[in-house]
Nanobody
Framework: VQLQASGGGLVQPGGSLRLSCAAS????????MEWYRQAPGKQRDVVAT???????NYADSVKGRFTISRDNAKRTVYLQMNSLKPEDTAVYYC???????????WGQGTLVTVSS
């Protein structure tokens, strides 16, 4: 099973984007689904998490602006990003933690650039 991330692009400050991450097949025993981001020269950090029960958590830097959601029927997780700032510029990765082998699934990354 592979994760395919999409939806990145160039947006002006204050704009919005919605990222999608679709699984090519069924992932069993999903523990959580997350979005990470990695800016140039920086480490990869978690941005948003949605648990198997639907509980969501966000990094302080994106609270109130980003929303993570999922569509189980489409095997897709989303990240709605509003009020984007230049400091949100990064490559965004989706991640799924499963209780079944191979346990960890990463998407290929999608670039978000916030600039005027």
């Amino acid at each position: 099973v592979q994760l395919q991330a999409s939806g990145g692009g160039l947006v002006q400050p204050g704009g919005s984007l919605r990222l999608s991450c679709a699984a090519s097949g069924i992932i069993f025993n999903i523990n959580k689904m997350e979005w990470y981001r990695q800016a140039p020269g920086k480490q990869r950090d978690v941005v948003a998490t949605i648990s198997s029960g639907g509980t969501t958590n966000y990094a302080d830097s994106v609270k109130g602006r980003f929303t993570i959601s999922r569509d189980n029927a489409k095997r897709t997780v989303y990240l709605q990003m509003n009020s984007l700032k230049p400091e949100d510029t990064a490559v965004y990765y989706c991640y799924v933690l499963s209780g079944a082998f191979p346990f960890n699934y990463w998407g290929q990354g999608t670039l978000v650039t916030v600039s005027s």
